[in-house]
T-cell receptor, first 112, second 118 residues
Framework: GDSVTQMEGPVTLSEEAFLTINCTYTATGYPSLFWYVQYPGEGLQLLLKATKADDKGSNKGFEATYRKETTSFHLEKGSVQVSDSAVYFCALSESNTGKLIFGQGTTLQVKP | EPEVTQTPSHQVTQMGQEVILRCVPISNHLYFYWYRQILGQKVEFLVSFYNNEISEKSEIFDDQFSVERPDGSNFTLKIRSTKLEDSAMYFC????????????????FGEGSRLTVL
C-alpha cells in the first residue's frame, strides 16, 4: 500500500542554518503531496502542497519540489528561525475523500 | 480566524468504558474527518464523513467506532468499549470542499484529544 517515510528526528539547528527534511513516498498512482506542521500545543496546519510532478510548493520561506523520478518531496528552508521549531509531517493523498497518509513526523529544534 | 475545536483535551478512562470525543468543525465546512496518532507512531486516517454518511473508513475503524453529527455543529467519535490500544491522540479535521487531493480543499485540524485507557 501507499506509504511515506521521513528522516528520523530530532533535527537540531542553529538559527539561520539551512534546513532539509527528507521525505520519500510509495504510491500506486499519482498522489498529491503535502507538508504539515504542528507547533507546540496546536493542531496540524498545512504548510505547503504540490499536486503533480515537478510542482514546487512554497510558503513562509519553506519549499518542496515534487520529484516523481526519485519519489521524493524534501522540505527545505534557507535560513531557519527559532519560531520554526515544530514537528513537520510529510503526507500524500491519492483520493478526494480526505484520506491523508502521513510520515512519522520530524521534530525540528532551532536554537538561538 | 476560524478554527476546529476539540473536547476534551485529555480523557482518562478504564478499559471497556465508552468514550465520546467531540469536535466543532469550522462552521461552513461540509467534510469531516477523524485521525489518530498512537504515541511514537504515524498519524493514521480513521474516517471521513459527508452529508451524514461515512465516505471512507480505514481498517482501524471497526465496529467499536462510530461517528455522528448530532446537531449540525458537533461531530463526534464514539468508542463503544475502549481497549488499551485505543490510547492515542485523536485529531478532528474539516474542509469546505472534498479534499485533499488534486484541486481539492485544505483540511483544517483541531489540537487533538488525548485518550488514555487504563
Amino acid at each position: 500500500g501507499d506509504s511515506v517515510t521521513q528522516m528520523e528526528g530530532p533535527v537540531t539547528l542553529s538559527e539561520e542554518a539551512f534546513l532539509t527534511i527528507n521525505c520519500t513516498y510509495t504510491a500506486t498512482g499519482y498522489p498529491s503531496l503535502f507538508w504539515y506542521v504542528q507547533y507546540p500545543g496546536e493542531g496540524l496546519q498545512l504548510l505547503l502542497k504540490a499536486t503533480k510532478a515537478d510542482d514546487k510548493g512554497s510558503n513562509k520561506g519553506f519549499e518542496a519540489t515534487y520529484r516523481k523520478e526519485t519519489t521524493s518531496f524534501h522540505l527545505e528552508k534557507g535560513s531557519v528561525q527559532v519560531s520554526d521549531s515544530a514537528v513537520y509531517f510529510c503526507a500524500l493523498s491519492e483520493s478526494n475523500t480526505g484520506k491523508l497518509i502521513f510520515g512519522q513526523g520530524t521534530t525540528l529544534q532551532v536554537k538561538p | 480566524e476560524p478554527e476546529v475545536t476539540q473536547t476534551p483535551s485529555h480523557q482518562v478512562t478504564q478499559m471497556g468504558q465508552e468514550v465520546i470525543l467531540r469536535c466543532v468543525p469550522i462552521s461552513n465546512h461540509l467534510y469531516f474527518y477523524w485521525y489518530r496518532q498512537i504515541l511514537g507512531q504515524k498519524v493514521e486516517f480513521l474516517v471521513s464523513f459527508y452529508n451524514n454518511e461515512i465516505s471512507e473508513k480505514s481498517e482501524i475503524f471497526d465496529d467499536q467506532f462510530s461517528v455522528e453529527r448530532p446537531d449540525g455543529s458537533n461531530f463526534t467519535l464514539k468508542i463503544r468499549s475502549t481497549k488499551l490500544e485505543d490510547s492515542a491522540m485523536y485529531f478532528c479535521a474539516s474542509s469546505s470542499q472534498q479534499g485533499p487531493g488534486l484541486g481539492a480543499g485544505e483540511l483544517f485540524f483541531g489540537e487533538g484529544s488525548r485518550l488514555t485507557v487504563l
